[in-house]
């Protein structure tokens, strides 16, 4: 007998409603806490910095100095080339420096002929900071894939595309308005920028 015939008496199995999917794998990930009970130091609460108080900020000038880099990783979470529809990855950086430990990680992501996206999550914390506290930065940018494409160094070479930190770059010396704001017109909710601290004791 034919289950699906319009003269079968066998009932359709119920339909259930499909959950939303992110096929793009975007990801705003800003790091967790491992609870140690080893851990001397600990954060009390992150709190919104201050604009007005430099040490609040993240030094960029530091972090540019030809200084000792103690160590240095790089760990890539993740990688997917969306059955060849662009391309999604979360890549960690860690430098350790005599004055300074400095995280960087980053989620880029690349669908052709449509849009780029980045979302960063920078923590800084400075040896010498008193009291002793970590900075981090999140910062979400998006643009159309075409308003990126237009700042190829070479209009044929679309090498730079699967770049980045090519693609960062871009995305954050366009206008606040373009990459922050309007991004590429999809609603994403991690538009914009953020900065906290942590206290430790």
């Not at 001397?40 to 993240?58: E, F, G, R, V």
């Not at 070479?154 to 010396?173: E, G, N, S, Y």
Request: charged fraction near 20%; aromatic fraction near 8%; include cysteine.
């Amino acid at each position: 007998m034919n289950r699906t015939g319009p003269s079968s008496t066998l009932p359709m199995p119920p339909t259930v409603q499909a959950k939303p999917y992110d096929w793009t794998y975007t990801a705003a990930y800003t790091g967790h806490e491992a609870s140690n009970a080893l851990s001397k130091n600990t954060i009390a609460s992150w709190i919104q910095a201050d604009p007005n108080n430099l040490s609040h900020a993240i030094p960029m000038g530091e972090l540019t100095r030809p200084d000792p880099i103690l160590f240095y990783a790089e760990v890539p979470l993740f990688e997917d080339e969306l059955h060849d529809n662009g391309s999604s990855n979360l890549l960690v950086r860690i430098r350790v420096m005599p004055t300074c430990i400095f995280i960087l990680s980053r989620f880029t992501l690349r669908v052709d002929n449509v849009l780029f996206r980045t979302f960063d999550t920078r923590i800084y914390h400075s040896f010498a900071s008193q009291p002793p506290l970590i900075i981090k930065e999140t910062s979400g940018w998006e643009a159309p894939y075409d308003r990126v494409k237009r700042h190829l160094p070479k209009r044929d070479d679309l090498t730079p595309l699967t770049d980045p930190t090519f693609i960062a770059k871009i995305l954050t010396d366009l206008p606040t308005e373009v990459s922050q704001n309007e991004g590429a017109n999809t609603g994403w909710r991690e538009l914009k920028r953020n900065v906290k601290i942590g206290i430790l004791s």
